[in-house]
């Protein structure tokens, strides 16, 4: 049975930081793809940061660019979403993904084949 469960999430005053990890079983981590989405209420599921099979690739959004980082540690099965500088814009329920990918980091809900059940994460002061 596949399983990503995320953890790390809470409430942070703004400007605070937080570290998301997703631990993955059932399922290939190290030869995949992988990122983080968020979903905010009343809007879509949007990416927010990927890595390649190894880490080595990564990609952000515009939107966390200098302020959030991911990271894949492939021996213990963990990926990592950094999150610095946080606003109340970055308020949403955060997703871990897995692709079929290997150094393809994609951007879209579509190309993502696994899902974690999300956790929540409140700037609020």
């Known amino acids: 049975q596949v399983q990503l469960v995320e953890s790390g999430g809470g409430l942070v005053q703004p400007g605070g930081s937080l570290r998301l990890s997703c631990t993955v079983s059932?399922?290939?981590?190290?030869?995949?793809?992988m990122a983080w989405f968020r979903q905010a209420p009343g809007k879509e599921r949007e990416f927010v940061a990927g890595?390649?099979?190894?880490?080595?690739?990564?990609a952000l959004a515009d939107s966390v660019k200098g302020r959030f980082t991911i990271s894949k540690e492939n021996t213990r099965k963990i990926l990592y979403l950094q999150l610095n500088e946080l606003t109340v814009d970055d308020t949403a329920v955060y997703y871990c993904a897995a692709s079929k990918y290997r150094n393809y980091v994609a951007r879209s809900v579509a190309e993502y084949d696994d899902w974690g059940r999300g956790i929540q994460v409140t700037v609020s002061s």
């Open positions: 059932g399922r290939s981590f190290e030869d995949n793809a």
């Open positions: 890595a390649s099979w190894s880490g080595a690739i990564t």
